[in-house]
Every structure is written in structure tokens, then in C-alpha cells.
């Protein structure tokens, strides 16, 4: 393609793109090296029913005029990223002198919310992702082989999980999994401990966690699968029926060759939902014991009190750079395929 | 003195014969869309504020266990998106740190002359709130299982934690207490309750840093841990609402949660034969203190800054003109310790007026509080499982709480 054509062809998304993504990446970006002016604090009588009292209150005049002055707060550079909410540098410092084993290291390190934010969100990208594959590649060849009559219905069944919205799922697993719901009771009677509890243990609830994000992963591998199927050319694989090959055979030897790619991009695309995974920890009330980054985010900008838009940002920033690191091996390896094949 | 105690009785009287000549109720102008949280005693309240509104009146009401995460943003939009909140001693801070609400001075003059005095939220010698109820928590009890065992109603922490200790051991009920420790805003509570009953201040004195990692802190935490090994397992995933669940199920027998439970525990639906068997009893003490571990809170409507002064004049005397709503209260005596005038308190109020009485400490209105009660509430889990020490987690506590604050400014 000649590259003034390219460029009339890619100029609408490029506009859309540096509009809705780019511009909002350099504004949080931005936010992210502010933090608030300084609160002016007064004292002030406050009476109530159960009396008057001294107390302090924002200075509400003064601090208005402040940011009036200085609307996008006190530059900070990048003391918000060093922060012990984020990347922790004095504390990890700190750690590392005063600790003589790695596990007490270690300990101290992901006792700290950023990369105990980061440990639950990589173990959930790590944990998810195959499984999904292997999954939805077994679920499509299954389903592949169905009747015509029934596929209609089968497929329908089997992306149901992707169709409900992840909150309303992890809610209604939240309740089955409760002590009193089916799946909860169920699982004391069978393990025979009327105190075993899903909710109660963090290794307990990372697992539950991470199996209903295998649940709701696993339709869009199917999915996309099941239409890269009907591309399987027929010639070799009538060819390999005659000469003898057993079903697993022409599987392994022609339908994973051809499905390669394909699995490629299924693994890239899961590992960046997952990287964000948010949804199944509200639903689950899984907070106390799972955060993951996105769910830092939330927490920066629905704290009980003003906004913490430079805290969002940096750990907004913090993901970007995660899973771009992430998806660089893959992208290389696309990139490569993508090469030989000219 | 005498000709000053004359010259204010004649200024009360020419308040209330002058100033009380509008009618709050029958709203016919502007729009009313309220943001309040959700329980029992509220839905109650808004049905007051509706009929009051009237039919013609373009009245909305959100009702959201989230209130206070949305109200900043929600208050801060010009036009703001609510003209009016429900606010505490807790929430208005926030509110107040922003300026986003308004003094009422002007609107209680014209409609609020069946307020009484107490009920008007004084700060800096501006309403900027009317109260209508009070609340706190405290202790509710099964009162025939409490008998069967001989064990008397609990007064301090040791007493409840001995007898459900004992509840256990008589294989009563697998997990006889139960409290709100949903990790979150609940768990927070939880430790200023227990931590305000051994006595501790949550700041240093005259200034906004923290003081929690001492030995009060470590009593409080190790109090709130032994009554979690008596609760429900899943006691991290249970908010207020959850307990009144297990409550109502039968599966506890002694809980600390709010007075105005009452509207929903005490109510025509679920097992009455529990119903009859829930007592309320004040709030215990803890550590040998004399003050209870609770905290005394008011409930009040406060008008959004960001709004009309049409919608705020509407949105104000619809809900004003439930606040003053003697009717309201006496048709509701137990739903709630209503502040209201004319008011003959329920069966329910005692433990409110008790702890009022012992000098309990209202929910502190510091400006940096909110602040302080969000790391406590994500930093106390893991002391909770068994996974860190006392002091580690009160330690993690004031660091979280030094990032957030030195980001808002206060420190």
C-alpha cells in the first residue's frame, strides 16, 4: 500500500485514538505528577444534639483561593509513583537493610499494597490464561463436532458466562458459594467441616477467584476457536484419515499448527483483561483479602473522601507500563511469525 | 440578667410566631433528588419527606450503602447531581472540607420553626444541617438463651466475649456474636468504636498526624480479634445488613450493631419467636474504661451548594418538613431515637439515651478523619487472619494513612 494512501486510511481511528486514549493517558499522567494544595485548617465551634465542641474545619475561603492560584495542585514529580501506596522505594530500602533473610525481605516487600496489589493481579493473569486456553481450544473442538441441529443451542449455552456481566456473575457465585447456598453446603457435607468456609481463608478465595475467572474467560477462547475451526482446511485432514491418522492425531498435527496464531492472540487478549481484573473482587466482597491494581484504582478515586487523582494516576500509569512489559515477549514473537512469513 | 432573659424570651417568641408563618409542606416548584444511604429507618423518613413534597412536586430519592463514596463527586458537579444529602457526624466532613453544601440560616428561619434547637447543626455559627435522629451502636442480646445458661446481660467487652464463649462451649450456636466487620468502612468502625472505649485519640494533639500504633490500639485490635474467632467465618465478607440477616436466622445470640436495627429487626416480618426474644442493652465498656465503645452519631439532611436556590428551597422543605414531623416520630417511636419535637421516645431509644448520658464520644469530625478511617479499613484485615502482628498492622495503618494525607494536603 503506498503510504499516502495508508495515511488517509488510518487517519480517522489515529484521531479517534489519540482523542479517546491518548490525550486522557497524558492527562492522567499529568495528574499523576500534582498533588492537592495544602489544606488551610481553622478551629471553629460545632455544636450538635450532644453539645458544642472545638474543632477544626477546612478553611474553605483560603483554600479556594489557593487553587484558584494554583488549580492543578503542588507539583510533586514522581513522589507519588515512590510513595509506600505505590512503588515503596525508602521502604523497600529500608527492608532490605534491616532484614537478614530473603523471606523476611520478601514478607515486608508484598506486605505492601502496591505489590500485594501486583502479586494477586500477576497470580490471576498467570493462573487464568492457560487453563482459558486449553479450555475453550477442548470446548470448541467439542462443540465443533456436534450435530447442526444442535450446535445453534450449544454455543449459546456455553458463551452464556461471557454474556452476563462479570458483577452480576461473581455476585450470584458470592451467594452459591456461601455457607448457607448450594455450592457452600455442598462442599462442608462433602469435606465433612461444618466451619469450612470459601470466604473465610485468602488462598481459599484467591482460588474461587481465580476459577470464576477461568468460568468467564473461557467463552471467548471458545468463541474465537470455534469460528478459526471452520477454517481448517479439509484436504489434509481427509488426506491424514486415509493414511491411518487416529483422531488425536490429526489434532495434534494439523488443527494445533493451523491454530497457532490464533492462540496467540487469545493468550494476548486474556492477559490484558486479566491484568485489569476488577469486577469478580467487588462481587465477592473479595477486598480484604485480593486487590488487584485496578481495584487500587477504584479505591484512590471512591475513597470516603476527596479524590486521590494523583494516587489514581500513578497507579493507572504503573498498569500501563505492567502490561505493556507483559505483552512485549508476545508481541516480539508475533512480530517475528509476522516477518518470516514475507 | 433579668431584662436579658426577657429580651431572649421575646425573641424566641417572635421567632415562632413570626417566622413560622410558611408552611414547609406541598412543594410546587423546582426539583428535589435526594442522595441517602439505605436502611430501614431512611425508607421510612423518605416516605415522610414524599407525602410532605406532595403529589404535584418532582421529588427523587437514591437510596445507596455507597452514599458516602458518591457524595464528593455527586455534590461537586455544578449543577451538582443531588440538591440534597443525608448527612452524619461522619459524612458532613467531607462534605464541609469542599464547601459543598450550604448554610441554611435564611431556610430555617422561613420553614424550621418546629425545629428544635438541638436539631440545628451549628458550625462556625452557620446551620449547615438539621438533624432528625440520633444513633449509636450498641449490644442486642437473646434474651432466653442468655437465661437458659444463667449468664447475666454483659456490661464490658470481657463479660460478652466470656459469655459467648460460654454460649459456644454449651453447643448452643457454632458462632454466638456477630458485628459488621465487613472489610471496608464497617471494619474501620469497628476499631474507632473499640479504640475511642479504651480511651485512645486517633491524632496527635493540635495536628493532623496519626497516633493509633500505641498499646490502646493493640488492646483495641486484640479485643476486635477474639471477637471475631466468635463470629461467623465469613465475618469479613458481613456488613450491618448481613448481621440482621443472621440475626433474624437465629444463628446469633449476641451482636452489636446499630439502634435503628430495630425497625427492621423488630418489625411484622421474619420469626416472630425471635423478634420476642431480642432485647437491646447498652453498649458495653472495654479495657476498664467507663466511657462505652461506641460512638454517638446524628443523622440530618444538609442542601448541595451546586443547585439551584429553587431546588434547594424545595429540596429543604420537603425534607424539613419531615424533620419536624411529630406524627412521624410518634407513628415510629422504635425506628429510631428521633430528635424531633413532641417526641415521646420508644422501648427502643434507651441504649442511644444511655450511652448519651455516659459522655460517649460522638464519631470524631475531624477533616482528615475520613482519611484515617479508609486505612483502617484496608490495613486491619490481615491482622485479623492471623497473617501479621497487632502492631504491624496499627504500624501499616498510620504509613497508609501518612501517603493519603500528605496527597491531600493536610500534612
Redesign the interface.
Given at each position: 500500500m503506498p503510504h499516502r494512501t495508508f495515511f488517509w486510511f488510518i487517519l480517522p481511528t489515529a484521531l479517534a485514538m489519540i482523542l479517546f486514549i491518548g490525550l486522557p493517558i497524558v492527562s492522567s499522567f499529568f495528574q499523576s505528577l500534582h498533588i492537592e494544595n495544602e489544606q488551610v485548617l481553622m478551629e471553629v465551634e460545632n455544636c450538635d444534639p450532644f453539645g458544642c465542641t472545638t474543632n477544626v474545619r477546612v478553611d474553605v475561603e483560603a483554600t479556594e483561593k489557593i487553587e484558584a492560584e494554583n488549580p492543578l495542585g503542588r507539583f510533586n514529580g514522581f513522589g507519588t509513583y515512590t510513595d509506600r501506596n505505590h512503588l515503596a522505594f525508602d521502604e523497600i530500602r529500608e527492608a532490605w537493610d534491616n532484614t537478614s533473610s530473603i523471606g523476611e525481605f520478601k514478607d515486608i516487600v508484598l506486605n505492601l499494597p502496591f505489590y500485594k496489589a501486583l502479586l494477586f493481579t500477576l497470580t490471576f493473569c498467570f493462573a487464568v490464561t492457560p487453563p482459558v486456553i486449553v479450555l475453550g481450544f477442548i470446548v470448541a473442538l467439542s462443540v465443533n463436532t456436534l450435530a447442526k441441529s444442535l450446535k445453534g443451542l450449544i454455543v449459546f449455552g456455553t458463551i452464556l458466562p461471557m454474556i452476563v456481566t462479570p458483577l452480576i456473575g461473581s455476585l450470584v457465585l458470592f451467594w452459591m458459594i456461601d455457607s448457607q447456598g448450594i455450592i457452600g453446603a455442598s462442599i462442608q457435607i462433602l469435606f465433612d467441616d461444618p466451619n469450612l468456609s470459601l470466604k473465610a481463608s485468602s488462598n481459599l478465595t484467591w482460588i474461587t477467584l481465580i476459577i470464576y475467572g477461568i468460568w468467564h474467560n473461557t467463552p471467548f477462547a471458545f468463541v474465537v476457536f470455534y469460528a478459526a475451526l471452520q477454517t481448517v482446511p479439509q484436504d489434509p485432514l481427509e488426506a491424514a484419515y486415509i493414511d491411518g491418522a487416529t483422531r488425536f492425531e490429526r489434532v495434534r498435527f494439523i488443527v494445533i499448527p493451523h491454530l497457532y496464531p490464533v492462540a496467540t492472540f487469545i493468550m494476548l487478549i486474556c492477559l490484558m483483561d486479566n491484568f485489569r481484573v476488577f469486577e469478580p473482587i467487588i462481587g465477592f466482597s473479595a477486598e480484604g483479602v485480593a486487590q488487584s491494581l485496578s481495584w487500587m484504582i477504584y479505591q484512590d478515586l471512591r475513597n470516603e473522601n476527596k479524590m486521590l487523582f494523583g494516587s489514581a494516576g500513578a497507579t493507572s500509569m504503573l498498569t500501563i507500563l505492567g502490561i505493556a512489559f507483559l505483552l512485549t515477549p508476545v508481541l516480539i514473537r508475533t512480530w517475528k511469525e509476522f516477518k518470516t512469513e514475507r | 440578667m433579668k431584662k436579658l432573659i426577657i429580651a431572649l424570651l421575646i425573641s424566641f417568641a417572635s421567632t415562632s410566631v413570626f417566622a413560622g408563618s410558611h408552611s414547609p409542606c406541598g412543594v410546587t416548584s423546582g426539583s428535589i433528588n435526594i442522595l441517602a444511604n439505605e436502611f430501614t429507618t431512611y425508607r421510612i423518613f423518605m416516605d415522610e419527606v414524599k407525602s410532605c413534597a406532595g403529589p404535584d412536586a418532582d421529588f427523587n430519592v437514591t437510596h445507596s450503602v455507597?452514599h458516602?463514596?458518591l457524595q464528593?463527586?455527586a455534590l461537586s458537579a455544578n449543577p451538582a447531581e443531588f440538591s440534597a444529602k443525608l448527612v452524619t457526624?461522619g459524612?458532613i466532613?467531607?462534605l464541609?472540607?469542599?464547601?459543598l453544601i450550604r448554610p441554611l440560616d435564611d431556610l430555617v428561619a422561613k420553614y424550621g420553626s418546629n425545629l428544635n434547637d438541638?436539631?440545628?447543626?451549628?458550625?462556625?455559627?452557620k446551620i449547615y444541617a438539621v438533624?432528625f435522629m440520633?444513633n449509636a451502636q450498641h449490644l442486642w442480646y437473646r434474651e432466653s438463651i442468655l437465661n437458659d445458661l444463667g449468664i447475666a446481660v454483659p456490661s464490658t467487652y470481657e463479660e460478652v466475649i466470656a459469655a459467648a464463649e460460654k454460649i459456644k462451649a454449651a453447643g448452643v450456636m457454632?458462632n454466638p456474636y456477630a458485628g459488621a466487620f465487613?472489610?471496608?468502612?464497617n471494619?474501620g468502625q469497628e476499631f474507632v468504636n473499640m479504640y475511642l472505649g479504651h480511651g485512645g485519640e486517633f491524632f496527635k494533639s493540635g495536628s493532623?498526624q496519626p497516633n493509633v500504633n500505641n498499646e490502646k490500639g493493640v488492646a483495641a485490635l486484640n479485643v476486635i480479634k477474639k471477637l471475631t474467632e466468635l463470629s461467623?467465618?465469613?465475618?469479613?465478607?458481613q456488613d450491618t445488613n448481613a448481621v440482621k440477616e443472621e440475626w433474624e436466622s437465629g444463628n446469633v445470640a449476641l451482636m452489636h450493631i446499630w439502634n435503628s436495627g430495630a425497625a427492621s429487626l423488630l418489625d411484622d416480618e421474619g420469626d416472630q419467636n425471635i423478634k420476642a426474644d431480642t432485647r437491646l442493652a447498652p453498649s458495653p465498656t472495654v479495657g476498664g474504661g467507663n466511657k462505652p465503645a461506641t460512638t454517638?452519631w446524628?443523622d440530618g439532611i444538609a442542601i448541595a451548594t451546586n443547585t439551584s436556590d429553587e431546588n434547594a428551597e424545595s429540596s429543604f422543605r420537603a425534607l424539613v418538613g419531615a424533620a419536624s414531623s411529630t406524627d412521624l416520630a410518634n407513628n415510629n417511636p422504635n425506628a429510631t431515637v428521633w430528635?424531633i419535637k413532641g417526641y415521646t421516645p420508644g422501648d427502643t431509644a434507651g441504649p442511644v439515651v444511655d450511652a448519651?448520658s455516659r459522655g460517649t464520644t460522638?464519631y470524631p469530625?475531624?477533616?482528615h478523619m475520613?482519611?484515617m478511617?479508609?486505612a483502617l479499613s484496608?490495613e486491619l484485615?490481615?491482622f485479623l487472619?492471623g497473617?501479621?502482628s497487632a502492631e504491624?498492622a496499627l504500624a501499616?495503618v498510620e504509613?497508609?494513612y501518612?501517603?493519603?494525607a500528605?496527597?491531600?494536603?493536610?500534612l
Open positions: - | 455507597d458516602n463514596k464528593v463527586a457526624n459524612s466532613t467531607p464541609m472540607n469542599d464547601g438541638n436539631q440545628k447543626i451549628t458550625i462556625d455559627g438533624a440520633a457454632e465487613k472489610s471496608g468502612w471494619l493532623a461467623n467465618p465469613d465475618f469479613l465478607t454517638l446524628w430528635l448519651a460522638p469530625s475531624f477533616p475520613s482519611l478511617h479508609g484496608t484485615v490481615e487472619q497473617n501479621e504491624k501499616d504509613a497508609a501518612i501517603a493519603k500528605t496527597e491531600q494536603g493536610f
